[in-house]
């Protein structure tokens, strides 16, 4: 479907994808929903960039490879090993990601705030016991890349509270999920509470999983 | 790896640690230098978001003394070049970044800064 390449992840091992989340059609569903936005936020003139959990850096690399370097590509895991993947996929693909080992964006400035242009969350959305997802979180290794706990949605919440808080006036969120995270009630919830609006923008059926891409944006951005 | 550009964004983030927790300090560094491409139209877009006096602090700890302790008005050619060169070439490879207020330690290694702090330590 992607009619620009996808990055180069030639480098990465079946070592690595031990560790670390191997890009699959959930990645590859966010990267087609990008392109399929290219101009739009090309004409955003971003000046910052977000993955949050950016696992193998697969979606950070196809973003700076599609808008270039005036924007500054910053990219978080609490995974040790995805970091040090995502930092060699932006060489291997010769763009530099800024890879920082860190829950969410903890320890991050609070003058960020209102900054951030283009977030991309690739969360684990697989629906499990959560106790599950929680020790997943602890271990910070691959299963807290796909247990998602109660509703898939244990680890996503978390995020979802600091959005708006992040985001530039007329930035754009893009959120993977899958059907049984209850999509309308995500985006029910985003614009009660923070006037986030959102759109489903891309749905793909993968095996036994039913994938979408969610894109939120300011009520009040036109 | 940790660019000072990076750094200039970095903040201290345990609990209770809410004042005085900016700039994490540079201690034992590994820096090594890898040149970017010049972009003056993104560090033109960028200089609102660096918090100025951190970033010049910051790059003497890196042994860079090539900015103004005052962010000029005029951002001349040759400005823009040490802004450059400072915020996007500067990698810290290893060392550490200790916070000013509660002397916590945020280790870099392999050119990865770690922000994770342990459970009770989290705000």
Known sequence: MTTIPTPDLSHLSAQDYEHVYEPAEDTFLLLDALEADLDDLKAMNATLFLEVGSGSGCVSAFAAHIL???????STDINARACNCTRRTGAQNKVTLDSIQTSFINGFHPRLKRSVDIICFNPPYVPTISVEASEAQGLRGIEGSWAGGSGGMQVTNVFLDMVHELLSPNGRFYLVAVKENNIPEIQE????????DSKVVLSRRAGREYLSIVRFEFATST | MVRLI???ILACHVKGCTSNNF???LQGVQIEL?????????LKTFLPKIEWKALVDTAKEARDTSLPLEQPEMLDDEFLKNLHHVLLEIHIEEGTMICPNCKHNYPISNGIPNMLLAEHEVG
Not at chain 2, 34 to 42: D, L, M, S, Y
């Open chain 2, 23 to 25: 700039p994490l300090q």
């Open chain 2, 34 to 42: 890898r040149e970017a491409e010049f972009n003056p139209e993104f």
């Open chain 1, 189 to 196: 919830r985003m614009k009660t509470l923070y006037q986030l």
């Open chain 1, 68 to 74: 270039g370097s005036s924007t500054l590509y910053l």
């Open chain 2, 6 to 8: 990076t750094h200039n």
